[in-house]
Nanobody, 126 residues
Framework: QVQLVESGGGLVQAGGSLRLSCAAS????????MGWFRQTPGKEREFVAV????????YYADSVKGRFTISTDNAENTVYLQMNTLKPEDTAVYYC???????????????????WGQGTQVTVSS
């Protein structure tokens, strides 16, 4: 059974940085694409950053481009989200997600991801 466990969220002032980690178990590293999504109350879950199975192709939402970086460590079966120059509008619950085995391409759509972590809260104060 695939399990994804996020960590690294917290409270930070605007302009600060956080690094989110997502440790995967029950899956083989590199067997599918992974990504980060976020959600605020009353809104749908939205795409933040995704990476293909190899870690070489990455895609970002326009709102985070140039500030956030997604990366993978296949030896540790972990995906990271480095968030710099944080803004109050980045406040959300951040979720790690993985596609099912064999789905190697990254996707912007949450519905294309089969496995989800429990989420980690990121709060950016102004």
């Amino acid at each position: 059974q695939v399990q994804l466990v996020e960590s690294g969220g917290g409270l930070v002032q605007a302009g600060g940085s956080l690094r989110l980690s997502c440790a995967a178990s029950g899956r083989t590293s590199g067997e599918s694409a992974m990504g980060w999504f976020r959600q605020t109350p009353g809104k749908e879950r939205e795409f933040v950053a995704v990476v293909d199975w190899s870690g070489s192709s990455t895609y970002y939402a326009d709102s985070v481009k140039g500030r956030f970086t997604i990366s993978t460590d296949n030896a540790e079966n972990t995906v990271y989200l480095q968030m710099n120059t944080l803004k109050p509008e980045d406040t959300a619950v951040y979720y790690c997600a993985a596609r099912r085995p064999g789905y190697y391409s990254a996707s912007y759509y949450p519905t294309n991801y089969d496995y989800w972590g429990q989420g980690t809260q990121v709060t950016v104060s102004s």
